[in-house]
């Protein structure tokens, strides 16, 4: 019994979603932007299988936390990409199965960068060392250009370390 209910289950989650066969990462390509998670997360539909893209170089208040400015910069990718043929640049896998990415839109916008210079992100230097992300964000704080009106902005990974709490 113990055997057939995780048989069940296996075949419930291996089944029930579409998987591409191919790797995404390392590889340019297109694909319709058809869902906007928060700020930094979107899913796009390639190859008619949906498949989830975490905005690399940036990371975005949180939306599910209520963090200040977490549904500003969801409404921000969203106007950046939302229902658009988009180029993503995918760079590798995170532990979510989330592809990492640069996403160019139909303007021919790096829609990270844009989301920097927006004030709807900050340059997630843990991962990314990429010195234009960094400059960008430095622009924005000086310019108090979105969250960074705010007199004492939080970090998004401190936001999340604080409510793990």
């Known amino acids: 019994m113990r055997y057939f209910f995780f048989l069940v289950l296996f075949s419930v989650l291996f089944f029930s ?3 591409l066969s191919e790797k995404l990462s390392n590889k340019t390509f297109s694909a319709k932007v058809i869902g ?3 700020g930094d997360t979107m899913e796009i539909l390639y190859k008619n299988v949906p498949t989830k893209i975490r905005l690399a170089h940036i990371d975005c208040p949180e939306k599910r936390g209520k ?3 977490g549904n500003n910069a969801k409404i921000a990718l969203s106007n950046l990409c939302f229902g658009r043929i988009v180029t993503i640049k995918g760079e ?3 532990r979510y199965r989330r592809l990492i990415a640069v996403v160019i839109n139909d303007k021919n916008q790096n829609v990270n960068q ?3 210079k927006l004030g709807m992100a900050w340059h997630f230097k843990k991962y990314s060392k990429d010195p234009v992300y960094a400059r960008l964000e ?3 704080r000086k ?3 979105g969250l960074w009106q705010d007199k004492n902005p939080i970090a998004p990974w401190l936001w999340r370390e604080k409510k793990k709490k």
Do not use: L, N
């Open 67 to 69: 963090q200040p400015f």
């Open 36 to 38: 906007i998670s928060d």
């Open 138 to 140: 430095s622009e924005a």
């Open 114 to 116: 844009e989301m920097i």
């Open 92 to 94: 590798k896998y995170d």
């Open 17 to 19: 979603q579409p998987q």
């Open 143 to 145: 310019s108090r250009i």
